[in-house]
């Protein structure tokens, strides 16, 4: 049985996605160790370094199937090393001893650095997949409610109206962000590393920098300027990156939950019957996806530190703090692989209730409206006059939970000076939403245009 949350079968779907657990599951890792390997010597026998026959057999053989992986375990325990058993057993599998020929040059820190950047990127690439599908369906709610009025909120309370649409926008002009940042990441951060012992390609010979580049770029990887071994700023940009990704749609999530809220009821994760919130209570339907956005994007977020801890390396290696990363990076990738799908499938399915959202504009009887009647008095008494009258009757009118309207005219200054004709324009928060429209359509249009770019 698994003894960790990504792992357990009651709770890893909670957490990640079953495509992200196979990107980096144990037999995946032992295949891009097999690949790293494949590539160096069938590079190798193109320059004439090795026999071209044991370059074959080493490809014909270089699959996880081929090995035993129960005594690759039991050896992992013997020699307290992680590749060296898996070396041993794949020499064993290979014929007319062209085993020997496996790992020509390189370190193991060459094998494990390109190995997990190679299920790295394969994971970053999903997770990129699925932040362009969440940004088509949050650009949809945009569009769709971009002149939906409802009430905008400051500190927890009702302050003046914007649109549904405006608010999406405002999560849809983060997302892209995120996104851009991702695409700058993929230019810097995915490489491999060949190049042996401390980084000076000794072990290669004299065509080390050749055999480098090759065997890295049949991987799919880009190639570094140098060795990597003690510079692991790159990791710690793609755990940076993923972190900001996810506490983008944590705080999407946090916004849904009180959206959903009994006493709000303006927008609602998309209910599937069947769905049970409650072990005691049937009526529940408990915001789980929002909530869900919040726990692992926070998780993501706290990988952060860690991974930060390993750049700080000693010489030339270093394996205290090397092996942070092989937890912290690998998690964070499958924790924001875990947002991103529940972030993508909630913007998708997400249910919006303008009736209720009209409602709510009701509930404080008028007075979100003070500040356009404020603004209006100003122009006849001094803004500064006008705030006190404004906010005497406001103050009035929330103790005594009364109409907003009555006690404006009931007020001799307001009754002096405005209609009663005016304040009913004043107070329609349909008249009041400023920009929110104009500004929502152009967001949307200007990321639909970066997106065709």
Known sequence: MAANMLDSMLYRNSYSTEE???????RTIIQNFLDIEKALAAVQAELGIIPKEAAEEICRKGFVENLDIDEIEAGIVKVGHSLVPIL?????KCDNGYGEYIHLGATTQDILDTGFM?????????????ALEAEEAVLSLVDR??????????????????????KAAVWA???RRDIERMEDCRKRCFVGQLSGAVGSMAGFGEQGLEISRRAIEALGLDVPDIAWHVSRDRMAEIVSVLAMLGCTFGKIGQEIVYLQGTETGEAAEGFVHGAVGSSTMPHKRNPVAPEALQTLSRLAKANMGATFDSMYQFHERDGAAWKIEWMSLNETVMLTGGVLAKGKKLLKNLDVFPERMK???????GLMMSEPVMLKLGERIGKQTAHEVVYQVSMTAFEEQADFKAKLMENEVVAANMTE????????PERYTGDCGTIARGVSAAIKERRNQ
């Open 145 to 166: 409610y971009a002149d939906t009025v409802m009430a905008g909120r400051t500190h927890g309370q009702q302050a003046i109206p914007i649109t549904f649409g405006y």
């Open 88 to 92: 041993r057993n794949f020499q064993k």
């Open 421 to 428: 004709a005016e304040l009913d324009d004043l107070l329609d």
């Open 359 to 365: 409602d709510n504009l009701n509930l404080l009887k």
């Open 173 to 175: 002009s983060e997302l």
């Open 118 to 130: 190679m299920s790295v990127k394969r994971g970053f690439d999903v997770i990129y997949r699925d």
């Open 20 to 26: 992200m657990r196979t990107i980096f599951d144990d």
